[in-house]
Nanobody, 121 residues
Framework: QVQLAESGGGSVQPGGSLRLSCAAS????????MAWYRQTPGQQRELVAR???????RYADSVKGRFTISRDNAKNTSYLQMNSLKPEDTAVYSC???????????????WGQGAQVTVSS
């Protein structure tokens, strides 16, 4: 069984910073893409940032220049450093990973439990 455990959410004033972490554990053969999504009530979940196994990254236009995604393959962990936070960044942030659990390399989607990020003065 594979689990993704998130940490680092919370409340911050506009202009502040937060760092989210997502640690994958369990029976893992290989982790491919890792990503962070966010969702607000009544809205569709949107991709915030994604990082490939080769370190290539992709960001939503709304967070470019402010957020940075990274990963530590030795720890099976991804990070989302969020700087210059704005009230519109308020959302539940969920981590995602594409993982295979054996040498058959059948890729499956896994999600974290979600972490609330609130940006407010």
């Amino acid at each position: 069984q594979v689990q993704l455990a998130e940490s680092g959410g919370g409340s911050v004033q506009p202009g502040g910073s937060l760092r989210l972490s997502c640690a994958a554990s369990g029976r893992i053969f290989r982790i491919y893409n890792m990503a962070w999504y966010r969702q607000t009530p009544g809205q569709q979940r949107e991709l915030v940032a994604r990082i490939g196994s080769d370190g290539s990254t992709r960001y939503a236009d709304s967070v470019k220049g402010r957020f940075t995604i990274s990963r530590d393959n030795a720890k099976n962990t991804s990070y989302l450093q969020m700087n210059s936070l704005k009230p519109e960044d308020t959302a539940v942030y969920s981590c995602y990973a594409l993982i295979s659990i054996s040498a058959l390399e059948i890729q499956e989607n896994y999600w974290g439990q979600g972490a609330q990020v609130t940006v407010s003065s």
